[in-house]
């Protein structure tokens, strides 16, 4: 199990992309906008974020089945950065956001 916990989050820029459909498309968009970066030789900061667009578990949960999730991944990149209309490159709000660290996995005792 993946521990989750609410941290504070600065603005930051990011590299991105959103797209409507199924969670299960999370991989491949993260693979699309970090090979974008690769191939412009852009400077990724950290780790990449999932931005969920709905409001509760259930929505989340009829927009999955219905293939109606708004689906957005970006990674934090510095320096002068150009996307596309496809990939752009935008300022992530910041302010308190869920973190989920797979690394420090919750044990049941």
């Known amino acids: 199990m993946t521990e989750i916990s609410i941290i504070e989050v600065p603005a930051m820029n990011v590299l991105g992309t959103r797209k409507t459909g199924s969670y299960t498309l999370i991989p491949e968009l993260l693979l699309k906008v970090f090979s974008y970066a690769r191939k412009k030789k852009l ?15 259930e929505a989340v949960r009829e927009a999955n089945e219905k293939g109606t999730a708004v689906i957005e991944v970006a990674w934090p990149v510095a320096g002068p950065v150009k996307g596309t209309r496809e990939i752009p490159v935008y300022v992530l709000p910041g302010g308190r956001m869920a973190h989920a660290n797979p690394q420090r996995a919750v044990r049941n005792l």
């Open 43 to 57: 400077n990724v900061t950290g780790p990449p974020f999932f931005i969920c667009h709905e409001i509760s578990p």
